[in-house]
């Protein structure tokens, strides 16, 4: 599956962003998916997860009651809705899938996942 991200940009902190990532050439369904962010000099840090139909969700802490990852299976697009962004916030933002045959499987770790878009910059200004 391919993978492509959008939606990043420069935002003031308190404000709010929506990144989507597009994916193309598998069935999208089969796929849990996750949000991944890499801030500079730092690893690449699990950010949320959601199951391949939706009905499971995961988040970070950093980022709980003010992110949301939704998916539309329909439009093989998955959401990150983001809220109350922070300077802390300021981070490549990845999306990736994983093939599994678990309805509501979540991936939280990077290595279990096969599949990753090329990145968003979101960068959140104090």
């Known amino acids: 599956v391919q993978l492509q991200a959008s939606g990043g940009g420069l935002v003031q902190a308190g404000g709010s962003l929506r990144l989507s990532c597009a994916a193309s050439?598998?069935?999208?369904?089969?796929?849990?998916l996750g949000w991944f962010r890499q801030a500079p000099g730092k690893e690449r840090d699990f950010v949320a997860g959601?199951?391949?139909?939706?009905?499971?969700?995961e988040y970070a802490d950093s980022v709980k009651g003010r992110f949301t990852i939704s998916r539309d299976n329909n439009k093989n697009t998955v959401y990150l809705q983001m809220h109350s962004l922070k300077p802390e916030d300021t981070a490549v933002y990845y999306c990736?899938?994983?093939?599994?045959?678990?309805?509501?499987?979540?991936?939280?770790?990077?290595?279990?996942?096969?599949?990753w878009g090329q990145g968003t910059q979101v960068t959140v200004s104090s």
């Open positions: 990736a899938a994983e093939f599994t045959s678990l309805a509501f499987l979540i991936l939280i770790s990077q290595n279990e996942y096969d599949y």
């Open positions: 959601i199951s391949r139909n939706g009905g499971s969700l």
């Open positions: 050439g598998r069935t999208f369904s089969n796929y849990a």
